[in-house]
């Protein structure tokens, strides 16, 4: 009828399209692994702080604590904008949040599906990484203590076998070269047996003079990364499962930030029309 005002969203004021539930859900979930990434920058940064001078620059491609730095600096940064864009209702910040995660999955997932179809080259790669971690094994103790829990949780030594120690400085078999440690392997090499009364800190030592055969009677022979290797083949169900917890999260992440955007582009939008029929409100 002729005069008769239209009704929409907008006629009623406190009408809002931003849902309560989703605002504060992406601001909580943020806020806690916003927390999370200051503890390991934290503990990173004092890790960093606690290491000798003349060590602080010499492996910082292998060092635990720059790693922990460089993941929690990350993950501050994009839970930061998915905290302050959740509460402000900033599609910016929300944006660049859910654009982050979205890349961040989809590098996760291409570097999964890369390293299964080239696993000889993902392998070269990971024993690069060892080989170089080997190099710098006593500079950095936290690296020192990463490498020794693998060889003992494994049962392993080395990268491809136990003489791949000959390429740390203080391991190495050369007749010139003055370490006590001289053509020797980590203590965590060594097989400790439980019949053994008193355990022998040393059986390390000169090991890598040794042959194959007489070496295995007292250190773990096979090197890491086959037992790496077999023992993804054989945690193929964890490892998915691993995959899919850290893949839930990112997920969750992502929807509920798109989520957010979409209802403030709709408040938006209905601002914008509220504005535009105020000065004709019979239209």
């Known amino acids: 009828m002729g005069g008769g005002r239209s009704e929409t969203p907008g006629s009623n004021q406190d009408f809002s ?6 605002k504060y859900l992406l ?7 916003w927390i999370i990434s200051l503890v390991m920058v934290s503990i990173g940064v004092y890790a960093r702080m606690v290491k000798h001078a003349e060590t602080a620059l010499a492996c910082l491609a292998v060092d635990p604590a720059i790693m922990l730095m460089v993941v929690g600096i990350l993950m501050f940064i994009i839970t930061f904008c998915g905290c302050v864009g959740s509460l402000r209702e900033n599609i910016c910040l929300l944006q660049t949040f859910c654009i982050s995660l979205t890349v961040i999955f989809l590098l996760q997932l291409i570097a999964g599906i890369l390293g299964f179809v080239f696993s000889d080259t993902a392998r070269g790669k990971v024993t690069e990484v060892i080989n170089n971690a080997i190099l710098h094994y006593r500079d950095d103790i936290d690296l020192q203590n990463l490498i020794d829990y693998g060889q003992k949780e494994f049962g392993c030594c080395g990268g491809v076998t136990y003489t791949d120690w000959s390429q740390n400085v203080y391991f190495n078999c050369s007749m010139n070269n003055p370490s006590r440690e001289r053509c020797s392997v980590p203590f965590s090499c060594c097989i400790i047996f ?15 003079d040794l042959d194959y055969a007489e070496a295995g009677n007292h250190i773990y022979t096979n090197g890491c990364i086959d037992k790496l290797v077999n023992w993804i083949h054989s945690n193929l169900f964890f490892i998915g499962g691993l995959a899919l917890g850290l893949a839930i999260p990112q997920l969750v992440g992502i929807l509920l930030s798109q989520i957010l955007i979409n209802q403030i582009k709709d408040q938006v939008d209905l601002q914008n029309y509220n504005l535009n029929h105020r000065s004709d409100p019979w239209s």
């Not at 399209?17 to 989703?22: G, L, N, Q, W």
């Not at 601001?27 to 692994?33: D, E, I, R, T």
């Not at 053994?196 to 090991?207: F, L």
Request: net charge negative; aromatic share 18%; hydrophobic share 55%.
């Open 194 to 208: 439980e019949d053994k009364m008193v355990i022998n800190t040393m059986c390390g030592q000169g090991m890598q």
């Open 27 to 33: 601001f909580v979930f943020n806020f806690l692994f």
């Open 17 to 22: 399209f931003v849902s309560p539930v989703v």
